[in-house]
C-alpha cells in the first residue's frame, strides 16, 4: 500500500511538472510552428520512456527496456532544471507584466527571442548534464580516522565503505567494476556495503551477472551488508539470496563480531513484516553486546541519530540520502536530516552519512560526487 500511494503521487506530479514543461516549450515554438508536431510527439515518448522501461524490465530486462530507462533517467535531471528555470523565467514575466520595467519587444521579436532563449536554456542544460555525469562515475575516496577508546584484537582496523550502489539498468557491469577496483586498490580489513546494493527488482542484476564481480573483493575479513529502501522496493529476500551466494554477509537485525569489533546491521526502516510489524528496536538487536569492545552500527536511513548514542555505539554508518543528488534539492534533505553527508559527533558516538556511490533516477550528479569511505579505526591499546 506504501509503495503504491508513493507511485500514485511520484506519477501524479511527473505529469503536472511535463504538463507544464510542454506547454512552455510548445509556446516557445511559435517561432518555428513547423516543428510542434515532431516536438509532441518526441516529447511524450521522453515523458513516459521511464515507466515504460521499468515495466518492461520487470517482464524481461532487453535492450529496449534499457534504452528506455536510460532516456528516462536523463530526463528527470532535464526536468527538474527545465521547471526551476521556467519558475524564474515566467516569475521575471509576471513582474514586467506590472512594471514594465524591461523593453516591450514586438510579438514577432518576442517569438523569435522564445525561441532562441529555449535553444540556449537546452545547450547550456547539456552541460551541465556532462558534467553531472562526470561527478556520477568518476569515484572519489574520502579518508576518515576516528579514535575508539576500547581496545579490540589490534590496534587498528582499515573499513573501506559504499552505500547505494544501485545496481541493475543504469549502473551495470562497468560501473560496478570501476567500484571494485576501488576499493581493491585500498587494501581493506573488512569491506561494509551500507544498503542499497539493489536498485528495485534483482532481475537485471542476475541477468548481467554481476554478482561474479562481488567475488572479486578482496577483504582480510569479508564483506558485510545490511538491506536499504530499494531492496524493498523490488524483490529483498531474492536480492539478499543471489548476493549472498557471492561472498556477501548480511546483517539482518543481526550481529556479527569480526576481530574484537562488534558489527551491528539494521534491516531498513521500511522493512514490514507479514503482520505489519517493522524492523526490531536498536536496543533489542544490542541486547547481551559487550559494550567494552568497539561497536559499528549500519543503519541505511539516518534517521533518529541519538538511538546510537543512547545504545553505546562507536560509530555508526549511513547513507540513503544522496544529498539529493542535484542541487538545489540538497537543501531539502539538509531540513529533513540531522545530518545529509559528511560526518558528526554525538556524545562519543561518531557518524558519517554518504552521498552514496552510485545514482537513483538520473545518473548525474550536481552539488555533490560519487564517494568510497577509507576508514581507519583506531583503538586503545
Same mark, same amino acid.
Given at each position: 500500500?506504501?509503495?503504491?500511494?508513493?507511485?500514485?503521487?511520484?506519477?501524479?506530479?511527473?505529469?503536472?511538472?511535463?504538463?507544464?514543461?510542454?506547454?512552455?516549450?510548445?509556446?516557445?515554438?511559435?517561432?518555428?510552428?513547423?516543428?510542434?508536431?515532431?516536438?509532441?510527439?518526441?516529447?511524450?515518448?521522453?515523458?513516459?520512456?521511464?515507466?515504460?522501461?521499468?515495466?518492461?524490465?520487470?517482464?524481461?530486462?532487453?535492450?529496449?527496456?534499457?534504452?528506455?530507462?536510460?532516456?528516462?533517467?536523463?530526463?528527470?535531471?532535464?526536468?527538474?532544471?527545465?521547471?526551476?528555470?521556467?519558475?524564474?523565467?515566467?516569475?521575471?514575466?509576471?513582474?514586467?507584466?506590472?512594471?514594465?520595467?524591461?523593453?516591450?519587444?514586438?510579438?514577432?521579436?518576442?517569438?523569435?527571442?522564445?525561441?532562441?532563449?529555449?535553444?540556449?536554456?537546452?545547450?547550456?542544460?547539456?552541460?551541465?548534464?556532462?558534467?553531472?555525469?562526470?561527478?556520477?562515475?568518476? #569515484?572519489?575516496?574520502?579518508?576518515?580516522?576516528?579514535?575508539?577508546?576500547?581496545?579490540?584484537?589490534?590496534?587498528?582496523?582499515?573499513?573501506?565503505?559504499?552505500?547505494?550502489?544501485?545496481?541493475?539498468?543504469? #549502473?551495470?557491469?562497468?560501473?560496478?567494476?570501476?567500484?571494485?577496483?576501488?576499493?581493491?586498490?585500498?587494501?581493506?580489513?573488512?569491506?561494509?556495503?551500507?544498503?542499497?546494493? #539493489?536498485?528495485?527488482?534483482?532481475?537485471?542484476?542476475?541477468?548481467?551477472?554481476?554478482?561474479?564481480?562481488?567475488?572479486?573483493?578482496?577483504?582480510?575479513?569479508?564483506?558485510?551488508?545490511?538491506?536499504?529502501?530499494?531492496?524493498?522496493?523490488?524483490?529483498?529476500?531474492?536480492?539478499?539470496?543471489?548476493?549472498?551466494?557471492?561472498?556477501?554477509?548480511?546483517?539482518?537485525?543481526?550481529?556479527?563480531?569480526?576481530?574484537?569489533?562488534?558489527?551491528?546491521?539494521?534491516?531498513?526502516?521500511?522493512?514490514?513484516?507479514?503482520?505489519?510489524?517493522?524492523?526490531?528496536? #536498536?536496543?533489542?538487536?544490542?541486547?547481551?553486546?559487550?559494550?567494552?569492545?568497539?561497536?559499528?552500527?549500519?543503519?541505511?536511513?539516518?534517521?533518529?541519530?541519538?538511538?546510537?548514542?543512547?545504545?553505546?555505539?562507536?560509530?555508526?554508518?549511513?547513507?540513503?540520502?544522496?544529498?539529493?543528488?542535484?542541487?538545489?534539492?540538497?537543501?531539502?534533505?539538509?531540513?529533513?536530516?540531522?545530518?545529509?553527508?559528511?560526518?558528526?559527533?554525538?556524545?562519543?558516538?561518531?557518524?558519517?552519512?554518504?552521498?552514496?556511490?552510485?545514482?537513483?533516477?538520473?545518473?548525474?550528479?550536481?552539488?555533490?560526487?560519487?564517494?568510497?569511505?577509507?576508514?581507519?579505526?583506531?583503538?586503545?591499546?
Amino acid at each position: 500500500m506504501r509503495i503504491a500511494v508513493f507511485i500514485s503521487i511520484f506519477l501524479a506530479l511527473h505529469l503536472l511538472l511535463n504538463f507544464y514543461i510542454g506547454l512552455r516549450a510548445w509556446q516557445a515554438l511559435e517561432y518555428a510552428s513547423s516543428v510542434r508536431p515532431y516536438f509532441v510527439a518526441a516529447f511524450i515518448f521522453t515523458v513516459f520512456s521511464y515507466v515504460i522501461g521499468e515495466l518492461l524490465e520487470a517482464k524481461a530486462p532487453s535492450i529496449l527496456s534499457d534504452v528506455l530507462v536510460w532516456i528516462g533517467a536523463f530526463w528527470f535531471a532535464y526536468m527538474a532544471y527545465f521547471f526551476l528555470s521556467l519558475v524564474v523565467i515566467d516569475f521575471v514575466r509576471l513582474v514586467q507584466h506590472f512594471t514594465h520595467v524591461l523593453p516591450s519587444p514586438t510579438p514577432a521579436d518576442y517569438a523569435r527571442f522564445k525561441f532562441y532563449g529555449g535553444l540556449t536554456l537546452v545547450a547550456f542544460l547539456s552541460v551541465i548534464m556532462v558534467i553531472g555525469y562526470y561527478n556520477a562515475t568518476h #569515484i572519489r575516496t574520502k579518508s576518515l580516522s576516528f579514535a575508539i577508546d576500547k581496545p579490540a584484537a589490534h590496534d587498528s582496523l582499515r573499513i573501506v565503505a559504499m552505500s547505494d550502489m544501485h545496481l541493475g539498468t543504469i #549502473i551495470g557491469r562497468g560501473r560496478l567494476r570501476t567500484m571494485i577496483d576501488s576499493v581493491n586498490a585500498l587494501k581493506p580489513d573488512i569491506v561494509l556495503l551500507l544498503g542499497d546494493e #539493489i536498485d528495485g527488482s534483482p532481475k537485471p542484476v542476475i541477468a548481467k551477472g554481476l554478482g561474479e564481480l562481488f567475488d572479486t573483493i578482496h577483504s582480510t575479513y569479508g564483506v558485510y551488508s545490511i538491506t536499504g529502501n530499494h531492496e524493498y522496493i523490488g524483490n529483498a529476500d531474492r536480492s539478499v539470496e543471489y548476493l549472498g551466494e557471492h561472498h556477501v554477509h548480511w546483517l539482518r537485525d543481526s550481529s556479527f563480531e569480526v576481530e574484537g569489533v562488534i558489527l551491528v546491521g539494521r534491516e531498513d526502516r521500511s522493512m514490514r513484516k507479514p503482520d505489519g510489524k517493522g524492523r526490531k528496536e #536498536i536496543g533489542e538487536i544490542m541486547h547481551g553486546i559487550d559494550l567494552s569492545k568497539p561497536v559499528i552500527l549500519m543503519d541505511h536511513q539516518p534517521f533518529h541519530l541519538e538511538e546510537a548514542e543512547h545504545a553505546g555505539v562507536d560509530l555508526q554508518l549511513s547513507g540513503h540520502t544522496h544529498h539529493a543528488q542535484i542541487w538545489p534539492f540538497n537543501y531539502i534533505t539538509q531540513a529533513v536530516y540531522e545530518l545529509s553527508w559528511g560526518y558528526k559527533m554525538r556524545g562519543k558516538t561518531h557518524y558519517y552519512v554518504s552521498c552514496g556511490v552510485g545514482t537513483w533516477g538520473p545518473p548525474v550528479r550536481i552539488g555533490s560526487y560519487s564517494e568510497i569511505m577509507e576508514i581507519t579505526l583506531n583503538f586503545r591499546h
